[in-house]
């Protein structure tokens, strides 16, 4: 029951004596603002993978991404499981040229209705995974209480048309309509990428155990791997979360061709977890 009723942080935040339980307000999903915009990914948890993102959170790591490409003319760079795109602006902004900037997700896209108050979200799937209003956030945690709450309304309102929500900032937005670099599509990291070779792919907080089994983490690593060009690099990043706050750790790989495989180039405050399985691969040439 807990796991699934929340309270919306738009309301209860500095009322309570505690955090816990108090999520950020998804309705700001609504809002024209990129910060606020941001902060709502917080509460969007679908499937089993949040979209949690924030602004800032991949400083270190884009440093040295600017750095290695002061040399590489026109690269193409790929950012996957972008979120609503906000770490993608700020690197896009921070860069001098490139050739083409593809920001893309898996859950690019979400519906929504309006009913009594609350606002019903459901995924490409047409699973509803978030119900709010200004107070509470629901989740299909316990499903069986979830169901009990909802499922009437739910099978009503599944059968209505719904409202179109595109999950990408609007600052992002506004400058791919003016900027062909730029292009924002879906893209699932367990599916071949069929688009031009890359220089750069950025993984950020998505392959990682929590989510994805070792099979499947192989199964992306392997995508990005047939991607990039001979000497691209991919770049994986994993935000820790510990009480006393965020750690951006990252380790960056270069595309050996000749040996298929990726080598190391560099950690950042320690590297990521999965470092050791990357380096034991194999690729298939
Ligand atoms: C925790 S967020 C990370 C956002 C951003 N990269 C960052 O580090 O701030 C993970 C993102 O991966 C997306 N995602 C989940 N499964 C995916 C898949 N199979 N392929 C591509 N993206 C996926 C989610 O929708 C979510 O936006």
Known sequence: MYRTIKLNKGYWGGKLPFKRGIIADPLQVFSDDVEKFSMSMKAFKIGHVTKHTEFKRHQKTQRFIKEWLHDISNPNILDIGA?????????????????????????????????????????QLHDCFLIANEKFLFYP???????????????????????????????????????????????????????????????????????FTQ???????????????????????HNEVTRMGETEKSTIYKKNFSENHLELVTHINGGVEINNLILSLKFES
């Not at 409202?163 to 309509?177: A, G, I, Y």
């Not at 699932?188 to 890359?198: D, I, P």
């Not at 099979?215 to 992306?220: L, P, T, V």
Request: charged share 25%.
């Open 83 to 123: 979120s609503d795109g906000i770490t993608s602006l700020e690197l896009i902004k921070s860069l001098n040229s490139f050739a083409k900037y593809f920001v893309t997700d898996y859950n690019l896209m979400c519906t929504y209705f309006k009913r009594k108050g609350l606002f019903y979200f459901f995924n």
């Open 141 to 211: 945690n316990d499903e069986w209480f979830f169901k009990l709450l909802f499922g009437n309304s739910i099978r009503k309102i599944q059968r209505l048309p719904h409202k179109e929500l595109l999950l990408v900032n609007k600052e992002l937005q506004n400058r791919s309509k003016i900027d062909s670099r730029i292009e924002i599509f879906t893209y699932n990291v367990f599916e071949a990428w069929n688009r031009e070779k890359l220089d750069v792919i950025i993984v950020g907080n998505l392959l990682q155990p929590g989510y």
């Open 215 to 237: 099979e499947k983490i192989i199964n992306g690593l392997t995508n990005n791997y047939n991607a990039l060009k001979d000497q691209g690099i991919l770049v994986i990043i």
